[in-house]
Every structure is written in structure tokens, then in C-alpha cells.
Nanobody
Framework: VQLEESGGGLMQAGGSLRLSCTAS????????MGWFRQGPGKEREFVAV???????????DFGDFVKGRFTISRDNRRNTVYLQMNNLQPEDTAVYYC????????????????WGQGTQVTVSS
């Protein structure tokens, strides 16, 4: 198993969660690491990505669901990438996936060739 997520759960609206994804050392030091989510009946959508090395980050620009609420970061010593989610809303309910980017557009799932099993985030109103 190369990617393992944790940190999901059930939250009330307005709460915060931090998701974690631990990767194998070989993957972490060469791949950009991204987060996607897939809500009930929806397609998988890009949330954020952190590049290897300097850790340049990019966030989804589709709608405003990320802006000011989600932050991606990485701990190179622990081979772990995080997704801090604040002010969670019911529409954030989804399975959140960590993925290793191979090549191509960061926002496209097909650009990633390694995926975690996903962690469920459920936000109640």
C-alpha cells in the first residue's frame, strides 16, 4: 500500500477536520500529492495539490468551495500530506482521496496513478 488516508469523520457544520495521507518514501519524494473528493452521486473533483521539493501548492478554482477554508501542506520528514478543512458545510460531505500525481494537468484524476482508499467526511447541518 503506497497511500493511506486518515482523519475523516462526522462533523457538524462550522467544524474543522484535518485529513492525513502517508505515502511511501519513494513516492513522496518524487510525486506531487493531491487531494480529491467525491460526493454522493457526483464525479470526483480536484481539491488541492502540493508539489514535491519546495511544495508549491495549487487549489481548485472551480467554484469557491476551497477558497479560504482548505489548506494543503506536507511534512517531508513524515512523508505525509495534510488537508486542513475549516468551516465545513454539508456540501463538503464526500469521500476524500489522496493521490500521487504522475504527469499532466493537476486537476485531472487521470493525471494521478496512485490512489488511497479514501476517507469519509460527513458534515451535518
Amino acid at each position: 500500500v503506497q497511500l493511506e488516508e486518515s482523519g475523516g469523520g462526522l462533523m457538524q457544520a462550522g467544524g474543522s477536520l484535518r485529513l492525513s495521507c502517508t505515502a511511501s518514501p519513494d513516492m513522496f519524494k518524487t510525486y506531487a500529492m493531491g487531494w480529491f473528493r467525491q460526493g454522493p452521486g457526483k464525479e470526483r473533483e480536484f481539491v488541492a495539490v502540493s508539489r514535491w521539493g519546495g511544495g508549491t501548492t495549487y487549489y481548485s478554482d472551480f467554484g469557491d468551495f476551497v477558497k479560504g477554508r482548505f489548506t494543503i501542506s506536507r511534512d517531508n520528514r513524515r512523508n505525509t500530506v495534510y488537508l486542513q478543512m475549516n468551516n465545513l458545510q454539508p456540501e463538503d460531505t464526500a469521500v476524500y482521496y489522496c493521490a500521487g500525481h504522475r504527469r499532466g494537468v493537476f486537476s485531472e484524476p487521470l493525471s494521478y496513478d496512485s490512489w488511497g482508499q479514501g476517507t469519509q467526511v460527513t458534515v451535518s447541518s
